[in-house]
């Protein structure tokens, strides 16, 4: 999916778009497909719009969550904390003081595992799995501007297929 950018043309419209919808398709790939069609072919895309409907949340269980993976996320994330810290730390001091840097990222790693089994015991209770959660649609339209559906229905037949 596409993120508005700060240097894009325009900002991001709080409505729905509005228009004659081209085609229905089950995955945003497929719309994402007709729209570099469209593009191919040489019609005007910048006022097209893909819309997803009837959206779901989809939570994908990843795994069992056991104290010692909480306990080694919890000092990886700790050590990554430590090492940024600790360069922070060696750039804005005196070069003699590099040789703390191992110290820093253990201390980073203990205090990852702290804090990250203490929150495991507190939430136990309520799972114990990771997992990941998503917002889909159940499918997608690609919209055109009112009354420019003809045109660009005739792109779409005279524009290449993509290759899967």
């Known amino acids: 999916m596409s ?3 700060v240097f894009s043309r325009r900002g991001p419209s709080p409505e729905i778009p509005r228009g004659d ?3 229905t398709v089950d995955t945003y790939v497929e719309a994402q497909s007709i729209v570099n069609r469209l593009a191919h072919a040489g019609y005007n895309v910048s006022n097209i719009a893909i819309v997803g409907r009837d959206l779901v949340t989809v ?13 080694l996320r919890g000092a990886l994330n700790g050590a990554w904390f430590g090492l940024f810290f600790s360069l922070v730390l060696s750039l804005l001091s005196e070069p003699s003081t590099t040789f703390v840097m191992p110290a820093v990222i253990a201390i980073g790693a203990g205090m990852g595992v702290l804090i990250t089994l203490a929150m ?18 159940s499918r997608y339209e ?12 005739r792109a779409l037949a005279e524009a290449p297929r993509d290759k899967p």
């Open 21 to 23: 919808v081209l085609s």
């Open 59 to 71: 939570e994908r269980v990843t795994g069992r969550l056991t104290y010692a993976r909480v306990a």
């Open 120 to 137: 495991y015991a507190i939430r136990r209770r309520r799972h114990d799995f990771s997992s990941v959660q998503q917002v889909l649609a």
């Open 142 to 153: 690609v919209t055109v501007p009112s009354g420019t559906a003809g045109a660009a229905q």
């Open 3 to 5: 993120n508005p950018s």
